[in-house]
Nanobody
Framework: QVQLVESGGGLVQAGGSLRVSCVASVSIFHILPMAWYRQAPGNQRELVASITGQGSTRYADHVKGRFTISRDNAKNTVYLQMNSLKPEDTAVYYC?????????WGQGTQVTVSS
């Protein structure tokens, strides 16, 4: 069974930066379109950024210019660099496939931005 393990979250002041990481235990990681999602209390999970196996990226409008998604296929890892963080970025961040049928969700990593 595929496992997704997110890490790197924490508490940061507004305007600060964090990088979260996700390791996927799947042999064909290098061809999979991966994405970062987030879920704030009381809200639905939303897609933040995605990256294809070839490295093409797309972002939700509200993170464009602030967040950068990347991947290291040799390490089965996808990253999300978050700069200029805002309190409204506070959420649990998850990685998964950029697809309608995701893998089982991992535990996520909490990102809290204080004002």
């Amino acid at each position: 069974q595929v496992q997704l393990v997110e890490s790197g979250g924490g508490l940061v002041q507004a305007g600060g930066s964090l990088r979260v990481s996700c390791v996927a235990s799947v042999s064909i990681f290098h061809i999979l379109p991966m994405a970062w999602y987030r879920q704030a209390p009381g809200n639905q999970r939303e897609l933040v950024a995605s990256i294809t196996g070839q490295g093409s990226t797309r972002y939700a409008d509200h993170v464009k210019g602030r967040f950068t998604i990347s991947r290291d296929n040799a390490k089965n890892t996808v990253y999300l660099q978050m700069n200029s963080l805002k309190p409204e970025d506070t959420a649990v961040y998850y990685c998964n496939l950029d697809a309608d049928a995701p893998f089982p969700w991992g535990q996520g990593t909490q990102v809290t931005v204080s004002s």
